[in-house]
């Protein structure tokens, strides 16, 4: 057959869009042919919710010794109805359940700012949600967040892949993000102009003033300009809407955790409840749990904050009531995250002899270990790439505004410039099991700037890279 005879048959029986996705595949030919229809916005607030994440194009710097840090994430929660923004959350965890937790937990609180000064306006969205949509992160498809799906009552649909329309408000909501607060900022990232521009070089804010930043642009400038898809200022919809469909509260504040943490399941041994290498006992609660029928095989769901392993909840689901299990050893589990509980027993398992059990000695002086080592690349120069995981570490969970009645506080108010005025001194480790496990005080490295998307990676691997990053670049 020739290629005249070929093409007359290809055109004859089949259309364009046909040849089109034999050749390039299905998702292609309907980008490029499909015809998209407009849907119809949600009558009432919160019906409909979009939850993403995002690096934005801006670096920071340490607030101390002013050394770039990289990128932090920002995780939003936007109401489709109303198009104003739920909550939010800002720090260097990579999209995880830690970062979505403390998102879920802005959002669904009302929020204080009365402290915090130089906003015009306030921020009186919150509430639950009917339906949320994302995409198939793995913390968005977590028992986690299944859990706290059905205790207060909405659903979660995971989108198909490779379909950002389908969540187009939340994307559209980033790229003004990046063009009205990072665009005209010192170290923002801008595509066009590497060639002369170095935003690791000319990074001037800290984390905290750009969550400033963001919170002034969302409350004074974003909730209050007119909307070119709801023709009015969402924080007006938002009002009008509530007024004739109230929005659904969170049935309690005593604590934030027991609806949106972590879970995990344990059985309850003759001790306590072991939990990543840690025990936690309330000896009263745990005796009467553990008499029922059926409790000592039972596998009992648990809550558990991201950000601090000092206490666990234990659901007791015949009465519906949660208790609290204090860790028996505070030392190593009061205010330390997951990330920072997982660095210290990896720091403790690389200086001990091959199946030497961990004993909490040896994660007291990880932690030293590990706590020193941040001070010294924050100091002594490592690259962006290293010192961002480094804040990563030093991440303490604060959420993105002040919540009222809830648990977790913080202040988004930029602090005031500071400078180091000595160098911090090197511990005295050469009794120390521990001594090799990260990098010693005193060495260098040149800062070179990365810059690139990372991908969303199992948390162990990530530790491990971590470890070994910080060791090579400091010897």
């Not at 089109?20 to 030919?29: H, L, T």
């Not at 194009?57 to 109805?81: E, K, S």
Request: aromatic share 8%; hydrophobic share 35%; net charge neutral.
């Amino acid at each position: 057959m020739s290629f005249r005879s070929f093409r007359v048959f290809i055109d004859r029986n089949y259309t364009e869009r046909a040849e089109f996705e034999r050749r390039y595949g299905w998702r292609a030919a309907y980008l490029k042919y499909g015809i998209f229809e407009r849907t119809t916005p949600p009558e009432r607030p919160l019906e409909e919710v979009e939850i993403d994440h995002c690096l934005i194009d801006l670096v920071v710097i340490h607030p101390l010794t002013g050394r770039p840090l990289g990128r932090p994430w920002l995780t939003v929660i936007l109401d489709r109805a109303t198009r104003v923004i739920l909550g939010a959350h800002l720090s260097f965890e990579v999209p995880s359940y830690a970062s979505l937790q403390r998102a879920l937990a802005h959002a669904f609180w009302k929020k204080d700012l009365s402290r915090i000064e130089g906003l015009e306006h306030d921020w009186p969205c919150h509430g639950i949600p009917e339906r949320v949509f994302c995409d198939n992160g793995k913390e968005l498809r977590s028992k986690s967040l299944h859990l706290t799906e059905t205790m207060l009552n909405f659903a979660v649909i995971n989108l198909p892949r490779k379909t950002p329309w389908l969540k187009g408000a939340i994307e559209r909501l980033f790229g003004s993000i990046g063009v009205q607060v990072f665009s005209h900022e010192e170290g923002a990232v801008l595509s066009r102009t590497q060639d002369f521009y170095d935003p690791v070089a000319r990074a001037r804010l800290t984390l905290a003033e750009v969550n400033y930043k963001i919170l002034k642009w969302i409350v004074d400038d974003y909730h209050e300009a007119v909307h070119p898809t709801i023709k009015c200022r969402p924080v007006e919809k938002w009002r009008q809407l509530t007024e004739l469909y109230p929005v659904r509260p969170v049935p309690d504040f005593d604590h934030i955790i027991r609806m949106t943490g972590e879970i995990i399941r344990r059985p309850i041994s003759n001790v306590g409840v072991h939990y990543d290498g840690l025990l936690y006992s309330n000896k009263k609660v745990l005796e009467e749990l553990k008499a029922r029928r059926g409790g000592l095989a039972k596998d009992w769901i648990i809550r558990v904050d991201p950000y601090d392993r000092g206490e666990i909840w234990i659901l007791d689901d015949d009465l519906g009531r949660w208790y609290v299990l204090p860790c028996t050893d505070p030392t190593i589990s009061r205010n330390v995250s997951k990330y920072q509980h997982k660095v210290h027993k990896l720091i403790a398992k690389h200086n001990l002899p091959q199946g030497t059990p961990i004993t909490v000695k040896h994660l007291e002086m990880a932690k030293a270990l590990a706590e020193e080592t941040v001070r010294t690349v924050f100091e002594n120069g490592a690259t962006t790439a290293t010192a961002a995981k480094a804040a990563r570490y030093e991440a303490n969970g604060q959420p993105f505004t002040p919540l009222l009645n809830g648990a977790m506080t913080a202040d988004p108010k930029p602090p005031p410039p500071e400078t180091a005025s000595s160098q911090p001194s090197t511990p005295d480790l050469k009794t120390s099991a521990l001594a090799d496990a990260l990098p010693s005080a005193g060495a260098t490295s040149t800062p070179a700037p990365s810059l690139g998307y990372p991908e969303r990676q199992n948390i162990d691997d990530d530790i491990e890279r971590m470890v070994e990053q910080w060791a090579n670049e400091m010897k």
